[in-house]
């Protein structure tokens, strides 16, 4: 899981963040509202923790403007028990849960594990689409074995059905905090992809969309 976390107090957040690595997700800083505004617009994170007294613009500006641009990512927002009334408001314009400050990161850890719907044990099921079936476990697709990063991207393209998978979506989950990784990484790794659907001779294939991403289509859709 990777999450966006705009917090101003330096000291919170650096607690915060360090017991949310420990729990094995990645969080990304923001200090101020406009650097807030900048990251949450990406469409690379699984949820954000936002704080609502912000400089430069505050958490529910933030909100208020992400949902605008039909960004739908799971807001967490952070505020005071005294503050209410921000609490409705933050509801009101799309925030998904609320946390009161001070809080235990327990607590937080929970409620993105909610929120994002992945449970700290997760079941071992295979994913289907059409002729294929991907074991993300064992890493195989119809028992050829596949690499951690072809699984990856498999599993993020069957999940996806009929809608594209953008690259830079791609990029950022996969490759993550990886900053050597470049844009014609996930070319290639479609290119390996594709081999393999072709030697297991599914009617599955990766479609290209060009500027957007990547989608799988059977051959009898063109
Ligand atoms: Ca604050």
Do not use: C
């Not at 017991?19 to 101020?32: G, M, Q, R």
């Not at 996930?186 to 990766?206: A, N, Q």
């Amino acid at each position: 899981m990777r999450i966006l976390y705009v917090e101003d107090e330096q000291l919170l957040a650096d607690a915060v963040t360090h017991l949310l690595e420990k729990a094995s997700i990645n969080v990304d800083w923001a200090k101020d509202g406009e650097e807030g505004l900048d990251l949450a617009k990406k469409p690379i994170y699984d949820a954000i923790v936002l704080d609502i007294m912000l400089p430069k613009m505050s958490g529910l500006e933030i909100l208020e403007i992400i949902r605008k641009h039909g960004i739908k990512t799971p807001v967490i927002m952070l505020s005071a028990l005294s503050e209410v009334e921000d609490k409705v408001k933050g509801l009101e314009i799309g925030a998904d849960d609320y946390l009161a400050k001070p809080f235990k990161t327990k607590e937080l850890i929970a409620r993105l594990n909610a929120l994002t719907r992945r449970p700290a044990l997760r079941e071992s099921k295979t994913l289907k689409y059409e002729d294929l079936e991907l074991d993300p476990d064992n890493r195989s697709v119809n028992g050829m074995p596949l690499t951690e990063k072809e699984t990856e991207i498999l599993e993020m393209l069957i999940k996806s059905g009929d809608k594209t998978v953008q690259k830079d979506y791609i990029l950022a989950h996969v490759w993550g905090a990886d900053m050597m990784a470049e844009d014609n990484y996930v070319e290639v790794y479609m290119s390996y992809l594709r081999k393999k659907l072709k030697t297991l001779k599914s009617k599955v294939e990766i479609k290209t969309i060009r500027g957007l991403g990547y989608k799988l289509m059977t051959k009898s859709d063109r």
